[in-house]
């Protein structure tokens, strides 16, 4: 704790498609970052998308020439003995398999200082197996990103058993000091949070389109012309409070009977995911959007998406604080 | 067919809070209006907060003086001889009772010229029951909308078993050139697609806080920051297109197993909507919002999806018709 008014340090295990992500949110907070990958060469490719993302802000004015040198010289790639030496915080994004994510985290628990935390990118494994029998467990988290996290600030968190609320704490405010919204989670369930309400409303989805209800283009455009213009500025209570003047509780008071008859008849059949399912979404897909390309989509999609941040910034409700890791001054 | 190059004429039904984001749609697009309600005065109080609506909007800059003279000079309050006489179009908003709908309907029915389509608000009530043996029973539609119609521009439309594809084509031209975006169901179903799926994900986001794993503020932090964001641009099936470099295709066929697995876990109790669960949500609610009130929560939402709708506006990846009745030559 004797770094008041120094840079976070953060160090990166792992870096693929997610842990790159993570290069950029911790970069553009202004934390040094050392980035560390078992596969060679890896570590710096990653570097270089993150140079050359650096370039393209600056070219669209997005970020002056000066910060984008400062990042860049912040962002460093390194041997495993020496990347994770003096971090406050270590984002492990490795592959998705029970053993591969333990034999990193015992490593991770021997190369770095007592005091770090160190969190995993895990989506569906539970961080209890990963950490156990580890002296170093009661450091160790979930810290599940929406992908990518430079977009998405939402976050799942969830610590082992041996966490204790002072740990907690601090890498809640490590992760919040670089504009992050951890969420935690009290106990394991599968998929978590974020994935399990948006597979709820898939599996509706998928049920009325092959049921020949409306159609794939239709469905979307009542969420995204619809319910889903809402939901990128309150969540589904947020919402249900401002649907009646009296908010919540008047609203599910009035609208009982309708959504218990609603909720009853919801379509919980599970999809099969097969052949003639993916075939028949897809076709209608691409119907949907014709001859504009996944990759013009996403870029489209990713950019809306960073406006639409900047005005909830611009305009936030109630405030939260802004993403530098230098205004913070207790980790 | 006669009226090409003219203004649309529209009647509405029915001028409680439904019915008064309808003119506030119909008379945006330049619509000629009229209102009439059953209930002494209520046509007139319409009225009125719609001018005064029009003064706020001319306050804030966002029409010119003259534009909300020309659409304060379209919308007038008649008696309902007069109201329907020669409306191309007529949206009911009426009590949300099968009755009460149907006697409506026999006097649109009467009053209106047989070329005339005639849309129900209703959320609930099947039209074909509705409709059942009214002679105009073939140019009656639901026309549903996601209140305010203002702002969500997309809505469900279900013609009776007697519309021709003609008149449903009419109809969704109709609807089009005010800039909604309605969409066919093929079929009745319990709370139709918008409501179905809100309440597909309000299901799982209930359960997840009632069992104690997360907090309101916590599931609405994963929606608002996260997985919300995107829907407000791409709904589930788009989303799911970009989520892989091959598209839907890839990414379902990837992650079959994942979204199997969570799909056949999710929590499908229905939640019970006693007082017990309506205080404990209440109460998280309250805490997350803290001083804030609802109304300053809806208007910040309001002004938050009206500038999210002008942005998709200007950058929209496949170009949709603009808003205006004048440039429908065609109804």
């Known amino acids: 704790m004797d770094n008041e008014g120094l840079a976070l340090r953060v160090g990166i295990a792992g870096a693929g498609v997610i842990g790159r992500g993570w290069v950029k949110?911790?970069?553009?907070?202004?934390?040094?970052?050392?980035?560390?990958?078992?596969?060679?060469?890896?570590?710096?490719?990653?570097?270089?998308?993150?140079?050359?993302?650096?370039?393209?802000?600056v070219g669209k004015g997005l970020i002056t020439k000066s910060a984008a040198e400062q990042q860049a010289y912040n962002v460093t790639c390194k041997a495993i003995e020496s990347a994770f030496l003096e971090v406050d915080y270590v984002q492990e994004s490795g592959p998705e398999e029970l053993e591969t994510k333990r034999s990193i985290f015992t490593e991770l628990d021997e190369?770095?200082?007592?005091?770090?935390?160190?969190?995993?990118?895990?989506?569906?494994?539970?961080?209890?197996?990963i950490a156990k029998n580890l002296p170093?467990?009661?450091?160790?988290?979930?810290?599940?990103?929406?992908?990518?996290?430079?977009?998405?600030?939402?976050?799942?968190?969830?610590?082992?058993?041996?966490?204790?609320?002072?740990?907690?704490?601090?890498?809640?405010?490590?992760?919040?000091?670089?504009?992050m919204k951890p969420v935690v989670m009290t106990s394991f369930i599968n998929g978590y949070i974020a994935a399990r309400?948006?597979?709820?409303?898939?599996?509706?989805?998928?049920?009325?389109v092959q049921r020949g209800i409306a159609t794939v283009e239709g469905v979307d455009t009542m969420v995204r012309h619809g319910i889903g213009q809402r939901w990128a500025f309150l969540g589904p209570f947020g919402v249900n409070h401002t649907n009646a003047d009296g908010g919540i509780r008047e609203y599910y008071t009035r609208y009982r009977r309708t959504y218990l008859?609603?909720?009853?008849?919801?379509?919980?059949?599970?999809?099969?995911?097969?052949?003639?399912?993916?075939?028949?979404?897809?076709?209608?897909?691409?119907?949907?959007?014709?001859?504009?390309?996944?990759?013009?989509l996403v870029s489209w999609r990713d950019e809306r998406v960073a406006e639409?941040?900047?005005?909830?910034?611009?305009?936030?409700?109630?405030?939260?604080?802004?993403?530098a890791c230098k205004e913070e001054k207790t980790f």
Chains 1, 2 share one sequence.
């Open 308 to 323: 639409l941040i900047q005005s909830k910034v611009d305009s936030e409700i109630s405030p939260q604080s802004p993403d």
């Open 136 to 179: 170093g467990s009661k450091r160790m988290i979930t810290a599940h990103p929406i992908n990518p996290p430079y977009l998405n600030p939402a976050m799942e968190v969830f610590p082992t058993n041996s966490v204790t609320p002072q740990t907690l704490q601090r890498a809640l405010q490590i992760l919040r000091s670089v504009g």
């Open 197 to 208: 309400l948006q597979a709820a409303l898939m599996r509706e989805a998928i049920n009325i």
């Open 261 to 296: 008859e609603i909720m009853k008849d919801l379509y919980d059949e599970v999809p099969r995911f097969d052949t003639a399912m993916v075939d028949a979404l897809g076709e209608q897909t691409d119907q949907m959007f014709g001859k504009v390309t996944v990759k013009e």
């Open 111 to 129: 190369v770095t200082v007592p005091s770090a935390i160190i969190g995993s990118s895990t989506s569906a494994l539970n961080i209890n197996e």
């Open 25 to 57: 949110v911790f970069a553009r907070a202004g934390c040094v970052t050392t980035i560390y990958d078992k596969k060679p060469g890896q570590a710096e490719r990653t570097r270089r998308w993150f140079l050359e993302d650096l370039q393209t802000a």
